[in-house]
């Protein structure tokens, strides 16, 4: 029997990575096949893709990769009909996912969608998709299931498995000792994002930050946590922009960053609630291809990009986006977190009274869910 699973970039190749924890420890003899990551592959996953191949964020960047990846798409569809696996579970990446679910669930495949495309934010049109492409939805949030319920799509609520993952008090002073930290150092993790065509956009106005604080606050450690293959592509980003500042690269680590920092300069995306997991105060910047930038603003439905902002329905932190995503701006909020230590400790309490709200045992109920739709 046989699971085909796609997950379409970093952040989706972890949350898969945890579901597959709970679908192997429930039917061990259970096959899964087709696109993933590192963190899939080593729970036994059989990547026919890498996930890296669809990992490409904005309307412009898209253009540009359109016929690679819509060719990616096809050839999936096509041998997974002729293949018949029991069910497909699509995780995150909408524009692809929906599409092939579309086509499969029309042909009698049955299929989940892992994550729900936040609807609530931005492009509200997918509710009616979802409605033709999935069987069923498998929410994070626990607000999402009743929305999609008003557009006909089932679904539940099974938390986030990042709360089940990440430890409700963080690993501080072991994380420290591991990267080499004392236990007094003042430390910024800098997390700008895992896709190329972020990183080409948000590293930049990061590292200038950074080379601004190492003059303002010399005794500063930062620490930058560096995605599978683009090590190549961060390296020249440093020497250009921060050279003196002292910016370590890690090899992924961005968990040990997380639990030992005390303030993220971070990449709007997943990462943003790992944060919040992690109870650290952070400052959110983004950019991106300006036509992008115009495209997507006007969609949007409310006044947050980040999801711990979103969580809480407020500007818990500070959002630094497009323009406003410029070093001396990203300099001032991470001095103003620094020198605040009672402020850090609020937002921390709020961070620890979300995570319990998201700890929900993510694999028992989703796999529940996953045996219902698929009869396994």
Known sequence: MQLAMVAGEASG????????????ARWPALRTAGIGGPKMTA????????????????????????????AIRDALGDRLLRERPAGFVGV?????????EKRLKAAGVRTVHFVCPSIWAWRGGRAKKMAESCDHVLCLFPFEPELLAAHGVAASFVGHPLADAIPLAPPRAASRQALGLGADDEVLALL???RRSEIQYIAPPFLQAVARLAKSRPRLRVVLPVAPGLRSLVEPMVAAHAPDAGVRLLDGQSHAALAACDLTLIASGTATLEAALFKRPMVIGYAMHPLSWQLMKRMAYQPWVGLPNILEREFVVPERIQSQCHAEQLERDVLEWLDDA????RVAQRFADLHHRLRQNTAQRATDAIAQVFSL
Not at 13 to 24: E, K, M, R, T, V
Not at 47 to 52: K, M
Not at 92 to 100: H, I, Q, R, T
Not at 342 to 345: S, Y
């Open 13 to 24: 190749d972890l949350l898969a990575s945890l579901l597959l924890g709970g679908i192997q």
């Open 43 to 70: 729970q036994g996953f059989e990547a026919w893709w890498p996930s890296d191949k669809l990992a490409v964020r904005g309307y412009v960047e898209v253009l540009r990769h359109y016929r690679g990846i819509k």
């Open 92 to 100: 995150d990446a909408p524009d692809f996912n929906l599409g092939l």
């Open 192 to 194: 700008p994002g895992s």
């Open 342 to 345: 009672p402020r850090r400790d």
